[in-house]
């Protein structure tokens, strides 16, 4: 009989986005007296950019004739659109990212998870919490953790962030770990990182040889220019970090599937002899093992991110959800709730005045509107619920009118 790798075993018993899906269908079994309102789960809803449509098109209509077909394409991605990645979100910012450090994929969830497979089974993990749920889940199935405990993974540090820290951990001084996740602008709280907060985490990582896993994927919401958008605007960062970046919020891909990873030709881990490797190579070797590449039209869709049409349609589109999460946070402080997030940001957390699971069950039952529990990202997210600013105007203007 085959065995099962027991670590599975360990993981709570249903990812967060599924217990939430659960109960909604649940709910709507009973048929609610209204429609219900979806601003749980990150997902856009907005048609995409019409220049992306239009450069999809085109590049579909190249497939279905013989001088224009195209079969497999490189792992890593078309050097179109590297090159364009690399011009417009990071040699336009001042960061120097080369198109051969970058690696087109099919999601940044997909990339945050597995790149921790490059990591000594035995590394030590550090993570945020409240935090995403895929950088733990992942650490759990690859054994790096213990039995979960009051919601905790025994072998995991987690980074407390609170209403005192703005929700932005400190480096823990005086503590080494291998790696460690950051997320800014973050999910699930919508906080925002300094320039000399991630100064102070590339520093933390130099000083104790840590790689900091950086999850940027929300930072087209970034309209503070005091913000960094890359965590390779920070001096040192090249050798310490890497970091994951998305199609799915800046343009609307959730359902067309692209996204990036950056491993710095200079990023290095060490063997357990003490040997410095280079993780751009491994990552690499990694991806054209397990990956055959983003499909050429969405490879091309991408791309038009980037022409001046595309760049007012996505800036006009991400202006929506901003206006979406300024009426959401606006109408929740009025009514006494403490919020962080909606700025610079889809996403407004907001403090519920009663454990979040309840909160969630009576705005679902009482206002047919669905949110998300802070408490299933994590200890700290108890008492939260955090709003997804990803509808259409008209709808967020209805969910809040039900408050």
């Given amino acids: 009989m085959a065995l099962v790798n027991e670590n599975y075993l360990k993981l709570q018993s249903s990812y967060l986005f599924s217990e939430v899906a659960r109960r909604v269908r649940e709910y709507e079994a009973t048929k609610p007296p209204r429609k219900i309102i979806r601003l749980g789960i990150g997902d856009v809803t907005e048609p995409l950019p019409a220049a992306c449509v239009e450069a999809m098109a085109r590049a579909v209509a190249e497939l279905g004739r013989r001088e224009t077909f195209r079969g497999y394409g490189p792992e890593q ?19 120097d990212i080369e198109a051969d450090e970058i690696f087109v994929s099919d999601g940044a969830k997909c990339d945050t998870g597995n790149f921790q497979e490059l990591l000594a089974a035995d590394a030590k993990i550090a993570v945020p919490d409240p935090v995403y749920p895929v950088y733990v889940d992942t650490n759990v199935m690859a054994g790096r953790t213990g039995a979960a405990e009051d919601g905790r993974y025994a072998g995991l540090r987690y980074l407390e962030s609170n209403k005192e820290n703005g929700f932005v951990p400190e480096p823990p001084r005086g503590e080494r770990f291998d790696a460690v996740y950051l997320c800014f602008p973050n999910n699930p709280t919508g906080a925002t990182a300094t320039r000399a907060q991630l100064a102070a985490w590339v520093e933390w990582a130099r000083d104790c040889g840590a790689l900091i896993l950086f999850d940027a994927a929300y930072e087209a919401f970034i309209r503070n220019e005091a913000i960094p958008h890359s965590i390779y605007e920070i001096e040192g960062a090249r050798e310490v970090a890497v970091e994951f970046r998305s199609f799915s919020k800046t343009a609307g891909f959730t359902g067309t599937r692209c996204a990036f990873t950056v491993v710095p030709k200079n990023c290095m881990a060490r063997t357990a002899a003490g040997e410095a490797v280079a993780l751009h190579g491994l990552w690499n070797r990694r991806h054209t093992t397990k990956f055959n590449g983003v499909s050429y039209p969405v490879q091309r869709a991408a791309e038009a991110v980037y022409s001046p049409e595309g760049q007012a349609q996505c800036r006009a ?7 979406n999460a300024k009426a959401i946070r606006a109408k929740l402080e009025s009514l006494g709730h403490a919020c962080v997030g909606g700025e610079n940001s889809p996403y407004v957390w907001a403090q519920a005045g009663e454990p979040s699971w309840d909160a969630f069950d009576r705005l679902l039952r009482g206002h047919q509107i669905v949110t998300t529990p802070g408490a299933g990202f994590g200890r700290c997210g108890e008492g939260y619920i955090r709003f997804s600013a990803f509808n259409s105007p008209e709808t967020v203007a209805e969910a809040m009118a039900r408050l």
């Fill in 317 to 323: 589109l991400i202006d929506g959800y901003l206006a």
């Fill in 77 to 95: 991605g078309y050097a179109f659109l590297r090159e364009a990645i690399a011009e417009h979100d990071f040699k336009a910012h001042g960061c």
